[in-house]
């Protein structure tokens, strides 16, 4: 998917929120339990939720841990709910939470099992920056499509080694922002004509909505993809004020507040609710920024 | 399995030879292709090569990737090769090249994929610090296992960030080796009485043989994962001169130079012969150093 489809979704369904598919075999409803085993229990949560939350969502992530701890069966169910989101609403844009981090012909196959079109037909996917650019570049062959890259995370132990300060000055979140934007698509590839902005965007927490300005300074252009709405305790409002850009530039995710609004026989309705809301505030955002 | 334990077959095969499972479908050789199709093929190679090449090696290291590449199919080849070595040889070290890196309940749950004994049993993973702390604890709940941490790897691009000079003087993969070798392990579960180097690891490519000094001078105790002999061009010598500790401490991998060493009916005793070879060298280092 190009920027400017994702933008107009955006604007579209006046949401840039992101539904996480951070689906929980112990934690989906007894009433799906009741009819489905399996992987197939997980893809019919999933379908569920996808149905009832798809008018007020622009991107879905599911979060390949929670599948792959459920070995071949939860990677067949997680293929089925790509399957079904790309053919049933192409529009969306699907992002592989997989936090990838690999160099050489490992990176390569990490790119083709996402983003190759026999395979998992995935439009981005988040990946870690410690090994560097060889890390990203197989994922930015690939036409239309995108590397989500961490630079400042909102869990606790963030300070370990993304706030360091560098000799330079800088943090090194701010470093790999500055790095990574300077990264490269193919000259002459596929990809031809499109810029860094049109293929990479960066993970920042919205635990820090405060340092989102300074993000802005580096990657004024740049798509974010905020996690930490909803659970993780972010402000929706902080981040549209210091976040937001002309094209949005923003995707805010929230996983846990949306699928597991409900264990009853109404989780997709509850579901649904709770993805309305947040859209209706990223309405009003949208009306006051952009 | 414990460091004692490991130590053991080192000194009992006289070898610290990690052989990286980084089975592509497409280079497995003809011979397997006409009797097997799909994960079979895959599981077949595997099982051929482990028990031509285990009187030689400590370790095997299946890479991810190169499983996740062919979707549920892959992942169960991967499944099978894991039963297939923790049952038929349970000496043997079993990492998983992973890669991983995410926080809080996916890594609980990346953690249980890898480690958990009613999933796959392997040994160690290989983690991303990016994240930091929150990334690994879960992985050292699991009593006997390990966790392989990145900290300067051989590919080009390392020098983005890992080796970037922080304000205190150190380069950033000096800190991660000094902040992680503190962290714990859990002191009232499961793994009670254990130390960060009964259960941390930490990778180091081989291409950077006079570092490993330095390596030393920070962590003298903890094994380290050493990539990057034989395809990516390191020196054993240099490597066990360097690198070796009072429990050997180093485990040498090599991955296509031993498993794609023929193509032809021979694959498997090609393989052993190039096996053998880095385990006579590794004898006479141990003998040398040890």
């Known amino acids: 998917m190009t920027r400017e489809q994702l933008f107009e979704q955006i604007k579209a369904k006046r949401s840039f929120l992101c539904v996480g598919l951070d689906t929980d075999f112990l934690k989906i409803p007894p009433c799906i339990h009741a009819q489905y085993s399996g992987d197939e229990a997980i893809f019919e949560f999933n379908r ?36 079904y989101i790309s053919s049933r609403y192409p529009d969306i844009f699907l992002i592989a939470d997989a936090k990838r981090g690999d160099i050489g012909n490992t990176s390569d196959l990490y790119a083709k099992a996402f983003l190759d079109i026999n395979s998992m037909v995935f439009d981005a996917v988040t990946l870690a920056p410690y090994m560097g650019r060889d890390t990203v570049e197989p994922f930015l062959k690939y036409k239309d499509k995108w590397a989500v ?28 922002l500055e790095t990574a934007k300077g990264w490269g698509c ?27 300005a300074e993000v802005r300074r580096i990657v004024p252009d740049h798509f974010l ?6 659970a993780q305790g972010g402000s929706l409002a902080e981040v549209a004020k210091h976040g937001m850009n002309s094209t949005c530039g923003l995707l805010v995710n929230s996983s846990r507040g949306i699928i597991y609004a409900s264990d009853g026989p109404d989780f997709a309705v509850a579901a649904a609710a709770e993805a309305r809301k947040l859209r209706d505030q990223m309405a009003d955002l949208l009306d006051k920024y952009l």
């Not at 599911?62 to 399957?83: D, M, Q, R, V």
């Not at 990479?200 to 989102?212: I, K, S, W």
Request: aromatic share 8%; proline share 6%; charged share 15%.
């Open 48 to 83: 569920a939720i996808i149905d009832a939350t798809s008018p007020y969502a622009v991107a879905y992530k599911p979060n390949l841990a929670f599948y792959e701890a459920y070995a071949s069966s939860g990677i067949h169910a997680l293929h089925e709910t790509c399957k």
């Open 149 to 176: 890259i961490l630079a400042l995370t909102s869990n606790p132990s963030a300070d370990d080694f993304e706030t360091l300060p560098l000799a330079n000055g800088k943090q090194l979140w701010q470093q790999v």
């Open 225 to 230: 993809l905020v996690p930490g709405v909803g």
């Open 186 to 212: 193919e000259p002459h590839g596929q990809s031809a004509g499109s810029t860094n902005e049109d293929r990479v965007m960066f993970v920042v927490g919205a635990t820090r909505a405060e340092t989102l």
